[in-house]
């Protein structure tokens, strides 16, 4: 009776070895890929890849796509308005 519980025990180890191991390659790839879109990102724009640099080319993209949206819905003013301040944003940012 000992041995069935032993091998239980034993089959049920390698079972969550193998899970363990299964999600840290797939979270190591992911991280491997997230770097490296990061690297890619940043060294063809010529900025840092810091996390404040990430976070102004952000708000850049997000102002001028707020000018985007002003232009769709016909707002000139609202429209060059977020524009220049995109524009102001990933000026002082890219090189």
């Known amino acids: 009776m000992e041995d069935i519980f032993t091998w239980l025990g034993e089959t049920l180890g390698r079972l ?5 191991e299964a999600l840290s390659g797939v979270f190591s790839g992911i ?4 770097a490296g879109f990061i690297n890619g ?6 900025i840092s890849s810091s996390i404040f ?4 080319l952000a708000l850049g993209l997000f102002f001028i796509w707020r000018a985007i949206q002003a232009v769709l819905r ?5 429209a ?3 524009a220049l301040l ?10």
């Open 74 to 78: 016909r707002s000139v003013v609202a």
């Open 86 to 95: 995109g524009l102001v944003v990933l000026g002082t940012l890219i090189p």
């Open 53 to 56: 640099s990430l976070a102004a």
């Open 16 to 20: 969550i070895r193998f899970v363990v």
């Open 31 to 34: 991280d491997d890929a997230a």
């Open 41 to 46: 990102l940043s060294a063809s724009l010529g």
């Open 80 to 82: 060059i308005l977020w």
